[in-house]
């Protein structure tokens, strides 16, 4: 939104930046990446009417009933005009979405578009509040997670990265976080996660719906042909996945948005009970770095090789 402010956002960074880039600085493409738990609804509106912004967010919906809740923040709205296919929402139905729900995220959908999009530049709206601990965003991701979903995409725009905090409600987790993160974009070797699980059955609902809306105008989406969901929940047409939309939230636009006393609070034990979970995952995450990083190994005696049908 041009002329309002909207939770705790009065500048938005990111989208004023993008704006700027694409004005002038000679940028053509941007990807703007939003991990913040909630959904950057005014990126998406600043940029949905055109192709030069891809704008893939994550972020909590419970079907609308979480705030924002706005329809638009559903899968389906893929952008407009120009732009369709430029705006990707990937919803979060429940929570306690972990590391491997993101993970699936990033490979099953966000990295074959980025590859596909070739951005100039990646811009990450990098809230960590969906991070384990945080109360607003009631999710799991794993402080050395957010390592491993910066690291996939200094791949793209010959590394031209800015990763701009936002959220983030448990300082525990949004130091950790923030600090593998940093060190990623330094280059250090991302560190080991824990054993990954099945994505939940939810985030491959919001996968799948979100490639059957967007497979029209994205060619790397198309070659998997159509999806056998016999093991994806009940919502089956034949045996092929198609999406419904749900929508539990109020059509009637409130004049006012709370910002505080407006999210469940956290009872003392749990705050200790993630508070020891953090500490666990900190002391296991080893930021070692090899002392030696590349080596080159040479034996003389290859020189002797030598293709025996030459004279
Ligand atoms: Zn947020």
Known sequence: MKSEYCGYCFFNNVAVAAQHALDNKGVNRILIVDWDVHHG????????????VLYFS????????FWPNLRESDFHYIGSGAGKGFNVNVPLNQTKMGN???????HQLLLPLAYEFRPDLVLVSSGFDSALGDEKGEMEITPACYSHLTSSLMGLAQGKLAVVLEGGYCLKSLAE???????????DPCPSISKIDEP????????LSAIYVLRPFRKCLQFQGRFDVSKVGSKKEG????????????????????????YPVQNRETIDQLDQRLDQLIKETSLAVPKHRLCF???????????????
């Not at 609804?41 to 030069?52: E, N, S, V």
């Not at 491997?100 to 990033?106: E, G, H, R, S, V």
């Not at 939309?245 to 407006?262: L, Q």
């Open 41 to 52: 609804q005014a990126t998406q509106q600043m940029f949905y009417d055109g192709p030069r």
């Open 58 to 65: 994550v972020h909590r919906y419970e079907h609308g009933a």
């Open 100 to 106: 491997a729900d993101y993970l699936a995220i990033w």
């Open 177 to 187: 976080g923030a600090a593998v993160t940093l060190r990623t974009l330094l280059g």
């Open 200 to 207: 939940s059955l939810s985030i491959q609902e919001s996968i």
């Open 239 to 262: 045996t092929y996945f198609v999406p419904t939309v749900t929508f539990e939230g109020s059509d009637i636009k409130p004049t006012t948005f709370a910002t505080r006393n407006c």
């Open 297 to 311: 190994v040479y034996d003389e005696r290859m020189a002797s090789h030598r293709n025996v049908n030459e004279p």
